[in-house]
């Protein structure tokens, strides 16, 4: 398991934002098997990271403790306790990709961010966290901003590809 | 009737590389010329030969047209569409026959030896109309099983088959059916495990998204033969369009009465429900999927009791991987001897491979067992590009090991990888040339675990963090040859006491590369060496005579550690030199080399 990183931002939840999860919540209630993952998944949706405030409306509203939606929270990769970048980049780490020396690309993209892996940029507007196999390892070295793709890259592309971010 | 079918690559490979641009603009330019009637465009699932993507097949030809750019769509339209003539420049070349260009897909070294019962769809219906697949005899073997077979049938028929689970361990699939057969209990469950964890495999995605119906249609018939109602797909939330064509499929099967209350009105209930996966490799294992199936945090539980007879909500469930799915409706119709005839004596029928890594067709290959590793490489995968010599090539994932050249010749099926220090595992083929470090290979891959231990079992969670900590010290040139000899001791304490498959094959990528590679490691610990110049601390970046003395490697050096006169050679101050490597990245003269 990798080191849990707590929130560091300000929780700035809206009204409607968890006027809409409530109504999520009742229906995963309502159902057959109700399950906290299928809750965070939801949750994070709605706000796009899961602080601890939507954490505790998560446990009172299913009635478990907050122990155990903290622990399935920080158990799987896909959650987060931070908020993204409005550009989020990740560079594949997986094996197809790190043999064609996709190692070098992250740190290149650390240097170029001045971020490590993990983190998000003060102003909000950059993370990175590296990813487990995309699937198209056809094209690797890949990195991925957003939902763009960038495959068969070398160490030189890195710092075009994060000027064209900012420069947005 | 349409004259002629443009088929685009849907597959992520080819999606990632912009072919929904390039489908669009054919469908926008048939239409402006007026041409719709008569050119229809399909976009498919996975061709398999990604590296050469985007791909474009046109039929009735089969021209195999391939890195297709949103600017080429023009000149296909006006060349091939109306004028009937073939745009030479965007076929496909093959290198082992001179860069001659290959008129068809199935013409290619790339294909000819591959045998398609998994993929046999991919990449020539689409996957988003049920009515294609069931044109390729899709849902066939339902009726036959709704119809015609008792389940105890239609598990013999498995059963005789020799289906092997293709997720990794290979379990004998109709004796794994057997035993939630003869469970007595009015809830059973049918899974299908999608969480394609291998960082490297990526097959049960190509299935799901170019022939997710076939998944379907293997599970309602499991439902059938155990006693079953419910499915659960368990898949990875990383894959979206895999997800967004499960759920395509599953609404047309319902729509069809081939899910749901009474499927094809023969009173039997079936029905199929997604559950995302949120990144988790632990999930892979079986019991652990229930875990997280159910909610919670995917941790392991001892077996027994086994999932056939405690599994999902405390039911007897059976768990499946995505492509042993695909190939169930395929044996039932064609019998369990047509699938037999393939493969070797304890493994039959096919396997899919990930083929990734230092290797010039980079893409998905289906052979039938016992294909041997070198024709894998050499014929299917065209060999390893740039002139670099084969190293070694890594089956099974973080679970699996690292085969050297001594065994290309070695037939594969599970019980030979096995016996060579490996093992089958999903699928993925990385193939490594004589740039990867083994030792740096290894840490790789335990970095991998120890990030995904779930933390339950001690000798796991702690174990392989030792373990990385030896590898860390090795590729530092810290290590001593007592470290060695502890390391390999400490791999078998972990294999033999962890809780569950993870943690019992994390240290395989260690232990087979000390097995083929141990000269690798020795020179790391004896002469504080990387032979492969690879781990960071052990090499050195240095200045050869080819220096011009331009001064560009200087100017780009982060650290200032590189001066030197103009016109005469420069210098590496090695006490401020980093190994960040933008030196030989910027030189044009070939002048910087590392030691």
Known sequence: ?168 | MYRTHILVCGGTGCHSNNSGKIREAFEQQIIERGLDKDVCVVGTGCFGLCAVGPIIIIYPEGAFYSCVKVEDVPEIIEEHIVKGRLVERLLYHEKALGNVAVKSLAETNFYKKQTRVALRNCGVINPERIDEYIARDGYQALIKCLTELEPQQIIDILKASGLRGRGGAGFPTGVKWQFAKNQDNDTKYVCCNADEGDPGAFMDRSVLEGDPHAVLEAMTIAGYAIGSHQGYIYVRAEYPIAVERLKIAIAQSREYGLLGDDILGTGFAFDIELKLGSGAFVCGEETALMTSIEGHRGEPRPRPPFPAVKGLFAKPTILNNVETYANVAQIILKGADWFASMGTEKSKGTKVFALGGKITNTGLVEIPMGTTLREIIEDIGGGIPNGKKFKAAQTGGPSGGCIPAEHLDIPIDYDNLISIGSMMGSGGMIVMDEDNCMVDIAKFFLEFTVDESCGKCTPCRIGNRRLLEYLDKITKGQATLQDLDDMEQLCYYIKSNSLCGLGQTAPNPVLSTLRYFRDEYEAHIKERRCPAHVCKNLIQYKITDACKGCSACSRKCPVSAISGEIKKKFDIDQTKCIKCGQCIATCRFGAIIKE
């Not at chain 1, 700035?12 to 809750?39: F, N």
């Not at chain 1, 939507?54 to 929270?73: K, N, P, R, T």
């Not at chain 1, 890949?142 to 793709?149: A, D, F, T």
């Open chain 1, 1 to 168: 398991m990798s080191k849990i990183k707590l929130t560091t931002v300000t929780f700035k939840g809206t009204a409607e934002q968890e006027t809409q999860l409530r109504q999520v919540l009742t229906e995963i209630k309502q159902s057959e098997h109700p399950s906290v993952m299928t809750a965070l998944q939801r949750a994070q949706e709605i706000y796009g990271y899961l602080p601890i405030e939507v954490q505790s409306i998560i446990a009172d509203y299913m009635g478990v403790s907050l122990e155990e939606v903290f622990g399935v929270a920080t158990f799987y990769a896909q959650f987060t306790l931070n908020p993204k970048g409005e550009y989020a980049f990740g560079v594949c780490l997986g094996t197809a990709c790190y043999v064609k020396g996709s190692g070098d690309i992250q740190a290149k993209l650390e240097e170029c961010l001045n971020l490590h892996d993990g983190e998000t940029s003060p102003d909000g507007k950059y993370s990175i966290a590296a990813t487990r196999c995309v699937g198209c390892c056809g094209l690797a070295p890949v990195m991925v901003v957003n939902k763009e793709v960038y495959g068969k890259l070398t160490v030189k592309d890195v710092p075009d590809i994060v000027a064209k971010y900012k420069a947005m």
